[in-house]
Nanobody, 117 residues
Framework: QVNLVESGGGLVQAGGSLGLSCVVS????????MGWYRQGSGKQRELVAT???????NYADSVKGRFTISRDNGQNTVYLQMNSLKPEDTGVYYC???????????WGQGTQVTVSS
């Protein structure tokens, strides 16, 4: 069984900052690419940021320059630092990890981020 546990969500005013973390544990073949997705109310889940095992990053255009994804390979942890938050960043944020096998992804339970205007 593989577990992903997110933490760090909450309520913040527009312009503020939040940091999310996600710890991967359990019997996973390999902790390969990791990432964050989000889903706003009534919206589809969308990519926020990803990071490869070697540290290459990719961001959604909407968060470039404001969010930073990072990882600690020794701790099987991925982080998302969110600055200059906007109300449209509100949603449930999910972390995900690829095991190295095509199409094999694991997901966390999600953490709520609410940005008030």
């Amino acid at each position: 069984q593989v577990n992903l546990v997110e933490s760090g969500g909450g309520l913040v005013q527009a312009g503020g900052s939040l940091g999310l973390s996600c710890v991967v544990s359990g019997r996973i073949r390999r902790v390969n690419a990791m990432g964050w997705y989000r889903q706003g109310s009534g919206k589809q889940r969308e990519l926020v940021a990803t990071i490869t095992s070697t540290g290459s990053t990719n961001y959604a255009d909407s968060v470039k320059g404001r969010f930073t994804i990072s990882r600690d390979n020794g701790q099987n942890t991925v982080y998302l630092q969110m600055n200059s938050l906007k109300p449209e960043d509100t949603g449930v944020y999910y972390c995900t990890v690829n095991s190295g096998l095509p199409g094999q992804y694991y997901w966390g339970q999600g953490t709520q981020v609410t940005v008030s205007s």
